[in-house]
């Protein structure tokens, strides 16, 4: 197991090492996992291509880390803990045997099926015990998965599906969220329309609703599980091997799979998982992110499993059956660490004290929260009520990109501040860049935040396109990692993450891309041109307000309206609805063409009085109309 640390005098010194040696230093945490054969390199690397390989020549496979090497020592204790979306049905459990048969038999299932080494298989399923059993399955095979939030509609999972040519998609007849049964099945159907490398559907039955069948396509999970044995190997992995793929936004209007791969990935998932939340033997850990995110991946799944825990899936929402849901499970569970998001936190801050008050939460010794910035209300209101004052709150800074917790306390090790995520981890080595790329050393400062070292589970490319990996992430500053992120250091050297600085929305926590939201409005017949900016939101942090151009014919404005948000919930899902939009005789544009979104910010923000300088726009006079126009 890699190193716990238990002390801020340890991570002090230990932050030190892994910047003195890091290949030294990762090297002494990587000897603690189950390899298959021992890396001839620690560490190669530029920036420039980019090309990052940790472990170079090592052979393992995930799941023997995962699963394989707990047997003897905690065969009998619960790995996967998952509690229903209906309160009322009972939670189940899978010791890490059991947890260990179940992916033996679901990764036959899927060999059964035709999958290989190297094949793409999506997910789009509920969190559901067998969303959790499949990623592992695939990883067993040695196939990537592309884990796709069951929230996106046919059109994005269709994409996705294309982009990284998947042959087998793993589903459900039906997603519980809540009162509603929303039909995954019938959104993978109708996906699949448009997704000729898709050769088998594997089903689980979840809701027991009824669904179409493609006979020969479409298989049901617990027929095929009767089929196969308990025993499957693990595929002997190159550390460089992908792991993954997962569909992220940025600033264009497609979105890129970022690649994960095996070696340095698993590294960096326990090592961070169990230092972030001082996990100890025992502990029952919860994170309520869903699987299709990352957090998901590197926190639900691999990073306490890796790190022999017992980990606790949910499948519902915070608000159902009452906003006490969560804290009502904590009791249920005795639950020690609990990690959610900013969002979720306001959502039943908002409702009230009267959902928190029935319950003791005494078991809670770790809060953390990721997403995006927690705002200081927030943070008050997670401390006195849920931590009652007496437990820490890790504000855990990191990205899709990232892998795993890039800035973070550490539990209660060290010094923690509102509103601030804190100090590096071990062999993260972040700077500040000013707009020319010059390096910020003095503190209490804002600069753009960048990386410039490489840590074990870091990106490796975008899938299919290496060139946009450069391009996105490494072309902006010199031998940068560069996040897309502004931030502030205090004088003590702490980081505090502001926001997004490129057009990127992040709503609920949910990274949007401007020019996705722009092509789903576009869409509609009668709009010409739109922009779509963010807005601060009291529960979502963010909120889409988009500025639209119509082509002037338009009778019913009412209508309109709803036509695009259903465009856009059909071209991405319903977490992209813009929330207000504001019909526009044109937008504030240069001379060049380039939108100035900063004006468009500042009018959405209710601040249409500091506007800076338009004396550049083609036509200043939209800028007056605009204002007039804007919805409060
Ligand atoms: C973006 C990454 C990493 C898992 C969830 C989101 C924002 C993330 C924080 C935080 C302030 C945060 C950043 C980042 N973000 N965590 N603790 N404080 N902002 O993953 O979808 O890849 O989004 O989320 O803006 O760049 P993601």
Redesign the pocket.
Known sequence: MTKQINSFEEYQSEYKKSVKDPEKFWAEQAETFTWQKKWKKVLDWNFKEPKVKWFQGAKLNITENCLDRHLETRGDQVALLWEANNPKEKARSYTYKELHEAVCRYANVLKKNGAKKGDRICLYMPMLPELGIAVLACARIGAIHSVVFAGFSATALADRINDAKCNIVLTADAIRRGKKEIPAKAVVDEALQTCPSVKKVIVTNCAGIAVSWVPGRDKWLFEELKKVSAKCPAEQMDAEDPLFVLY?SGSTGKPKGVVHTCGGYMVYAEYSFKNVFQYKKGDVYWCTADIG???GHSYIIYGPLLAGATTMMFEGVPTYPDAGRFWNVVDKHKVNQFYTAPTAIRALMAKGLKYVKPYKLSTLKVLG??????NEEAWNWYDEHIGKGKIPIV???????TGGIMISALGDKGPRKATY?GYPLPGIQPVLLDPKGKVIKENEKEGLLAIKYPWPSMIRTTYGDHERCRMVYFSAFKNHYF???GARRDKDGMYR?I??VDDVI?VS???MGTAEVENAINQNEEVVESAVVGYPHPIKGQGIYAYVITNGKIKDEQKLRESIVKTVSKEIGKIAKPEKIQFVPGLPKTRSGKIMRRILRKIAEGNPGQLGDVSTLLDPSVVEHIKKGYLK
């Open positions: 992220t995110w990352i957090t929260t990721v997403g995006e910035p927690i504000d855990t800074w990191w990205q899709t990109e995520a996040t897309g992120d993450i926001g997004r992040n926590g949910h990274r």
